[in-house]
């Protein structure tokens, strides 16, 4: 198959699998009024999503390996000690991440 | 106008992760003989970082569209569970309605189950914002990367853990928001005890379905808790 076509295709099918997945429950429920335990879940599922998205993250942490995960876990500790204390969202995620960036390099 | 200023503000985090994972994609694909153009395009249309980073070497091996298609599904099936939230609040945004849907990835998804709007701010229109902006940050990362991939030599390993992080800051401020932990506590349990299990591969989607089974179960304890039990 010509390289162009293919990848024409490839595009088409990847973009129409996730769409269907992103539709799935908007095209469940339609039009008619949420039940009452789907209020319920849009309401407790996202704590929990997100807790489960920070895990599956930092799922390539090989903590068997040097260098054990440290990096993960002190830009991790850092995060949650700047967002309690000085609950600035730009401050943490920058301080974390260049903080996990330099260890990564000198490690 | 004010909204504009007000989804920038709150897509920051996801601007340099997008662009720079965007760039590295664009480099990816230019690095395998695609165009420029086939690039942006496929960033534009199938907007799903990780799984686009799958497709290049799947791609570049000759895979059939089955096995892509097998492999979308899986990698992307998490948003399944994404849409839960926010079933009132799209279908109530008329022609945004759409896109509203077809563009929540798990760092718009995070955006805007975290965002607090202002006092006096279109809500609907700086949802709809956000989700364009960071679509737009993906595409022209992709764009950029495809282009001036070879001139842009900077050593940006570790920036994919600025995802990381956002989502950490936004785990901490629910924290903070929910009286009742219990749905923290399920997710940890649930995803550890299933990576333990099955592995990093395949942990992920019966986490998902598991902690939708158990905070089933929770019903009754999270509500009392969180004050929302009308009986």
Request: aromatic share 14%; net charge positive; hydrophobic share 55%.
């Amino acid at each position: 198959m010509n390289n162009t076509v293919y990848l024409i295709a490839v595009i088409a099918v990847i973009a129409v699998v996730t769409w269907a997945l992103r539709a799935f429950p908007f095209l469940l429920f339609g039009n008619r009024p949420l039940p009452k335990t789907i209020q319920y879940l849009g309401k407790v599922l996202p704590p929990a999503i997100m807790t489960v998205l920070v895990i599956y993250c930092l799922r390539d942490t090989d903590i068997g390996q040097f260098p054990h995960g440290v990096p993960e876990l002190v830009a991790c500790t850092l995060i949650v000690i700047l967002q309690i204390l000085k609950k600035n969202m730009y401050l943490s995620i920058i301080a974390g991440t260049a903080c996990y960036m330099i260890m990564i390099r000198l490690v | 106008m004010k909204e504009f200023r007000f989804a920038l503000k709150n897509t920051i985090p996801i601007f340099f992760t997008y662009l720079f994972i965007g760039i590295a994609f664009g480099i990816l694909m230019s690095g395998a003989g695609y165009s420029v153009l086939l690039t942006t395009a496929s960033s534009f249309f199938i907007f799903a970082g990780s799984m686009q980073l799958v497709m290049v070497p799947m791609m570049t091996s000759g895979a059939p569209l089955l096995s892509l298609a097998l492999m979308a599904f899986f990698i992307n099936a998490r948003h399944i569970f994404y849409g839960i939230g926010f079933i009132e609040k799209f279908r109530k945004m008329g022609w945004r309605y759409p896109y509203m849907v077809l563009t929540l990835t798990d760092e718009t998804y995070s955006v805007l189950c975290s965002v607090q709007y202002e006092e006096g701010l279109d809500e609907d229109k700086a949802a709809f914002l956000i989700a364009m902006l960071d679509h737009l940050y993906w595409v022209c990362g992709s764009f950029l990367g495809a282009c001036a991939g070879r001139f842009l030599q900077f050593d940006m390993r570790g920036i994919e853990f600025s995802a990381t992080a956002f989502f950490l800051v936004v785990v901490v401020n629910q924290w903070r928001q929910y009286r009742s932990k219990l749905p923290f506590l399920t997710a940890i349990v649930c995803a550890l005890g299933f990576f333990l299990l099955l592995g990093k591969e395949y942990f992920l989607i019966p986490t998902m379905v598991t902690c939708l089974a158990s905070l089933l179960l929770l019903r009754r304890l999270i509500e009392t808790k969180e004050g929302i039990r009308d009986e």
